[in-house]
DNA sequence: ATCACTTACGGGTGACGTAAAAATC
DNA sequence: GATTTTTACGTCACCCGTAAGTGAT
């Protein structure tokens, strides 16, 4: 069979139409890339080239036989880096999340379930994770609602409620026991992350009149949320996590709308029920009990 | 990159499972394809065997990676056998005939004018001497009627005329000098040739009533002539070509019948123009004027 | 004179085979 | 004991780079 270095050769030629350039672009001796093009011809019993003394050019026969050199070159890489995905897939668990919240938390038992893989976060859109699922992008992802198939599982992993934050001095912080709904803040200007998932669309159709100032980075945020007055979002899951550092001084009142409460789901293909075993176990333990 | 013979040896042990018969059917020491699979794996950064201490077993990133492998062995050894025939094809003049007449002729005529060059030839019926005209198996074709469309050149190239082969002892003998038409020869049986292209359908739609008794071999055909008395087929084409050996005491009497002459036509593509201007010049000096 | 390609020559990488060791059946 | 894989070691092939030679621009 003809080596790869054969055929690269062929294409750098074909590329760079001298054997000088080609062999400075391959970084070997011209002399070395003329006796490749050589052993490549007899190898194929075929000539290649129109050569001159001191010009060589590629005929029909080459310039085909490099067209499909390089399809060969551009398949073997496909293969290289579709063996080291697959791979790398086996030792990695890729979770899609809809939301930033469960994002946060789910790592950290992921991480104790699976001691010796990689873990992989990323917020998408449904759509986006439903693709990403049936691609083998993700072993899993988490929606804010219950998603059937027949190819797939699903099993509810948890709630997350949202709450305003506010400033002490704010009008509506006396309903600190009570808590509000949506309707009541319609209106008021809210400080925001920029990428909280489908959060976003829930606040801006539930308090329509409001306006959002969104901030791109984590930083940022708790900054502009320290910095200011206005009113923002926390949820009880994110007070949670956050507890011990942040100590801004606000106070939290839970959004008693129903909406206002994601009831996550986390879904899976039922050929990958093997591979998620201990994580299925985990959530059927945790919250279908 | 990662060169073939390494996708070699893995496909080797995907196919035959344990080293040792892989490496026998490689024709390479044992040793040498326990290596081979160790740089692989190293080149891929991944780990593609189970190993326990006397076995080896490809894991599932291995089996991925053995089926993509043969995958680009095999366009590989489509890439050599296309260049081959392509190169090939730039050196040979391949032609399509309708029937032996001229692909006994011609050839003589093309090794004259193209020294350099394979002659290949071959008959076939009329769709299949189109198909291979267009898909390049052929250079030309001849046909035994003119044709005419826009990316094709058409130009006459001879004629051929019927004679049936008498012995002088046959009734019909007696019209050596002014011929005779088909309709007066019906019902008779002649032996013929098997392969004959078109004229087979010709004799036989011209003579409803007549048996032909068909011999493969040109060898069968003269000995069965010159054996028996039945009547048969010869061409002025024919017996020029065969004057000196042929001396079976038959007599050939002309058919009258116009259909009995072939009009043969040389037909190929005008992106080949270049290619054969030797031999489009030689048919219309020939033919054309 | 410079550039481009080929041929000649010597060197080093690396793939190979043989031999030996370890482990399983 | 036979088989299978891995490691060790010496050898040889072959690919490379340098140098020199030949034409063409």
């Not at 003329?34 to 003394?53: A, I, N, P």
Request: hydrophobic letters at 40%; charged letters at 25%; aromatic letters at 8%.
């Amino acid at each position: 069979m003809i080596e790869i270095y054969l055929l690269e050769a062929l294409c750098a030629l074909y590329d760079y139409s001298t054997l000088s350039a080609a062999a400075e672009h391959l970084h070997i001796s011209q002399p070395a890339l003329s006796r490749s093009m050589q052993k490549l011809e007899d190898l194929l019993g075929v000539s290649l080239f129109d050569r001159t003394k001191n010009r060589i050019t590629l005929n029909d026969t080459g310039k085909m036989a490099a067209a499909m050199a390089k399809r060969i070159l551009e398949s073997e890489e496909d293969m290289i880096t579709a063996v080291r995905n697959y791979d790398s897939s086996l030792h990695t668990v890729s979770a899609g999340y809809c939301t930033p919240g469960p994002m946060m938390e789910m790592p950290l038992n992921l991480t104790q379930l699976y001691p010796k893989m990689k873990v992989s976060s990323e917020m998408e859109d449904e759509a986006d994770l439903l693709k990403g699922l049936r691609t083998g992008k993700y072993g899993f992802i988490i929606l804010s609602h219950a998603y059937e198939d027949e190819d797939t599982i699903c099993m509810p992993c948890g709630t997350e409620s949202l709450y305003f934050s506010l400033i002490p001095a704010h009008p509506a912080a006396l309903f600190k026991d009570q808590g509000l709904s949506f309707s009541q803040m319609n209106g008021e200007t809210f400080v925001m992350a920029g990428d909280i998932g489908v959060w976003h669309d829930l606040t801006v159709k539930m308090m329509p009149d409001s306006k959002f100032v969104l901030q791109d980075s984590l930083e940022a945020l708790t900054a502009v949320i320290n910095a200011s007055t206005l009113p923002a979002f926390a949820s009880d899951l994110t007070i949670r996590l956050f507890r011990s550092r942040e100590n801004s001084g606000r106070i939290f009142i839970k959004i008693l709308d129903p909406e206002a409460t994601m009831q996550y789901h986390c879904v899976l293909l039922k050929k990958n029920r093997e591979r998620y075993a201990r994580w299925i176990t985990f959530l059927e333990e945790r919250y279908s009990k």
